[in-house]
């Protein structure tokens, strides 16, 4: 069966292609409805990662990564005021009631104990607030700052800022009861709102507050949704001068998108607000093949001046090289699925779903909508096709097309390479700056990590988990030993700003035995001395409250590196040097393994690896993907080398963009870039296929690649035009990357429409590629059997 006698069938069977897709896109609206925005930070890593499990298996004690830190700062003075210190006590307390607070976990001064010693060689682990309650005299003030600045490290530096003008609350939420916007809230209405006026600031932050913001910001996004619709549908009627023109795309896009999002809800998934450039982009595609097939089908109109035969015409010639982009798209998303990571495998299925139901929303009712829209005004398609764009287009291409022009654009397609692998070398795996990339370096989060890091130098936690197979290895001062020189060891390098663990509490438990004197701020030497320290440590505090330092059940204790940021290389050499030093034999503890490593530097560094790992094999299994899709349709081995050569140019300009632009490949941006890999194949697609048209028509190959530059060509070039100028409604998002990711896919729709109307073209004029000439003659006979079968056109 033909694709024409296929459009017949579609035409005659109208009723049950309507009755059958309307059925279904009812079905998958009804669940569309119910979409909802959900984001999880722990559905981005990769779960079978070492590091993941042991962050998941400790994270209820020892650094977790959905971490708040909230920062009192006295704008004058120091902290140590009643007024202030009463801010802390209950900011501390409130803490404790905000919803999916881990109990346990809420530190500050407030909470915080120090060793004192009493009559007869016995130590006492003692609140740091004199009497354990506000302190109401300049006395008691003074004794509080005493005991904070006798424990350097401990306290002084890690709750104090070493200025003594700033103080932090920290707590961890837990993973099973996350969440961000109800946390976020909470934080702000309980915790902070009571607790401000002239006389202090406060700042917030930490991986729940992140996404909070995000929720907080995801209103815009109507507004930006509404713009971006207004916006398309004026250049739509501007292109084609009437409103079916504006019209068709829209059904595409709408019934595509209801179908993807319904998808979505009906595997039980929600919208990640951080990704909803995907769905956004996806769409766009809908809208770009359906400018295609609305273009062709006013071209065929003019040509044959009869509804039917028109719709039936454009249908047959566009149908194969619609279908293979669309299978191409969705087919190269689809090897995402091979990252172990929980997001990406949702988002794999997902979104080659929503892409394949372009083949529905453009290919299968196309026959249908045009049957019953009236046909275009002769005038209008006149118009057309002597307006401004077609005009500048024609202008372009003929001299391009000569000698001359080719090798201009031989010689600029070089340039472009070079220029690339230059700025190539600038991309960074992981975050490339301190500041997160989520937000707008002047965001209220931004700003207050900044202060924070400010004061504290350093709050990213990265947790090497002791893990003790035997009981008494707890005794074991080497234990402690081993600790105390990787604390030293790890501070040396400019990323880290500070360390903490039991060894830090006990050496100070050891000046506590001779007055607080620095000099005997020294670890025990035996498993005695060492027993007794811990025993003053633990006695009369319960399990709960010293868990982030020992588990409950003894089997587990931690020491906690913070680093200033969350630079990819910073973050790489953290996990090298700590590897590296636990390798070493003298750093072997009977009894005990090290393991690496929670914390949210941990989780991120194994994301990284991932990434390392995966990114590329995933770009050549997606180019491989591709390459066969076009295999088939071209039946041609050097079909996909020239097809995928302005999509590889493509993809080396987003490297090199993202290179130049400190954007990162991280765990938000992979997803993105990924789903990108494979779109802009269809442009190249279009024209080869114009190409070979023309060709069968018996045109020289010159001629023929110049009329499918300015028919093919011209749609394929709107429609990336289009997608850039909607994406830049995006840039008033409070959402940076949002912004930043729209933008980079608008780029490389555009780059991917430059090679294809530029270099393409070239190297087809230029080397007279046998596929083409091959499927040429393929066509010619396909017609000849449509003449002698005599295919009639559906009745109306």
Known sequence: MTWYRFGEWILRRRFIVLAVVGALTAFFGYYAAQTQLVTSFGDLLPQNHPFIQVAHKYDQYFGSVNNVTIMIEAREGTIYNPEIIKKIVHMTQNMDLVYGIQHGSVRSIATASYFRPLAGGVILNTPVLPNGDIPKTQSDLNELESNVHKNPGVIFGRFVSLDDKAAVIEGSFLESRLDYTRIFDEIRKIVVAPERDDTVHIYYGGQPMLYGWVYHYTPEFLWIFVATVLAVWILLYLYFHDWRGALRPTISGVICAIWGLGFIRLLGYGLDPLVLVIPFLITARAVSHSVQMHDRYYEEFYRLRDKEKAILSSFAELFVPSLSGILADAFGVLVILLVPVLFLQRLAVTASFWIAAIIVSELILNPIVYYYLDPPHIDVIEKREHGFFKRMLESIARPMLERTGRIVTFAGTIAVIALCAFFWTGLKVGDPSSESPILWPNSPYNRSMAAIQEEFGAIEQFVVVAELSKRDSLNDPKLYHVMDEYERYMERDPAVGRTFSVADLLSNGGSALREF?????????????????????????????????????????????????????????????????????????????????????????????????????????????????????????????????????????????????DIGININTLPVVTVGVGFGIDYSIYIVSRIIEELAEGRELKESTYIALVTSGKAVAFTA??????????????????????????????????????????????????????????????KLLEVEGHPVAASS
């Open 517 to 661: 004197q620095p000099k005997w701020n020294v670890l025990p030497t035996t498993a005695r001395g060492t027993g007794q320290l811990l025993g003053g440590l633990l006695a009369g505090a319960s399990p709960l409250s010293t868990a982030y330092i020992i588990t409950p059940r003894r089997d587990a204790t931690q020491i906690t590196v913070y680093t200033k940021d969350r630079e990819g290389e910073n973050v790489q050499r953290v996990v090298l040097r700590t590897q590296r030093f636990f390798d070493e034999p003298q750093h072997q503890v009977p009894g005990v393994h090290f393991a690496l490593a929670a914390g949210i530097i941990g989780e991120l560094a194994a994301a990284n690896q991932e990434i390392i790992d995966n990114d590329l094999l995933l770009n050549v299994l997606a180019f491989a993907t591709i390459y066969i899709i076009l295999l088939a349709t071209y039946r041609s081995f050097m079909a996909g080398i020239y097809l995928l050569f302005p999509l590889a140019l493509a993809n080396a300009a987003i490297n090199a963009y993202m290179g130049a632009h």
């Open 721 to 782: 035009l289009t997608l850039v100028a909607s994406v830049l409604f995006w840039y008033w998002s409070s959402i940076r990357f949002d912004a930043e990711m729209g933008l980079l896919l608008a780029v490389w729709m555009f780059v991917s429409m430059l090679g294809a109307m530029t270099i393409l073209p070239v190297m087809i004029v230029t080397f007279d590629p046998a596929f083409v000439r091959r499927e040429k003659e393929r066509v010619v006979a396909s």
